[in-house]
């Protein structure tokens, strides 16, 4: 996909699970899960990616990508609900990374299904993070919100400027003013969030930034 800096080897934590390369089973048995993760139809196509495919109760899940030995890169981790007879819906997905100048940025991407539409907030969070003992956060992010052929349909910087009241109505405004939101109804499809940081009050724009994404009518 013309990535340039593609993380060679990543590894996967899910909770108290884990996963190194997706055709084995990360347990002292050396179990694959193979044929499982095959029948998904959502199979790596290189066998040093990592796959963790599991049930989950309703809770709070944190998923952790790294490059295995320590190594760095560009990589991309994903969630997706298998079973289709499921009523289960995601309620929130964020992610947090690295925020660097020029094309790198973070992009968080999303699928909204089911055939109808639905209301989200997609927030944009840097400055904040300081007081949960981040370092280094991004002071100014900002948020464009993108449909699945790459148009955008929404942008903002800092969320007071622009629909201050109906984001504040979602009990869910970001807690500094520097901070990015927006608001809106989409129909089902695909589309991408994508934080960038701003150098307009003097920051570097780059730093460690926080996406996500609300599902409004969970």
């Known amino acids: 996909f013309n990535i340039q800096g593609a993380l060679q080897d990543p590894t996967l934590a899910v909770g108290s699970g884990s996963n190194d390369n997706w055709k084995i089973r990360d347990n002292p048995a050396g179990e694959s899960q193979e044929a499982q993760v095959q029948a998904t139809g959502l199979a790596p196509t290189d066998n ?19 490059g295995k030995n320590n190594t760095t890169g560009i990589g991309v981790i994903e969630a997706y609900q298998t079973d289709q007879d499921s009523t289960a819906e995601l309620g929130n997905i964020s992610s947090r990374g690295f925020i660097e100048g020029a094309d790198n940025v973070m992009i968080g991407g999303f699928i909204l299904g089911g055939g109808a539409s639905a209301k989200i907030i997609v927030r944009a969070i840097g400055p904040s993070l300081a007081a949960f003992g981040i370092a280094n956060p991004v002071s100014d992010p900002t948020l464009s919100l993108r449909n699945g052929n790459g148009t955008q349909i929404a942008f903002n910087d800092d969320w007071k400027s622009n629909q201050e009241t109906e984001i504040a109505a979602t009990t869910l405004p970001p807690s500094n003013d520097f901070e990015s939101a927006i608001v809106t109804t989409l129909p089902a499809g695909t589309y991408t969030a994508i934080v960038a940081g701003s150098t307009a009050r003097g920051g570097t724009g780059t730093g460690v930034g926080l996406v996500e994404i609300y599902n409004l009518q969970y």
């Open 48 to 66: 040093r990616e990592a796959v963790y495919l599991a049930g989950f109760t309703s809770s709070n899940y944190s998923s952790i990508l790294r």
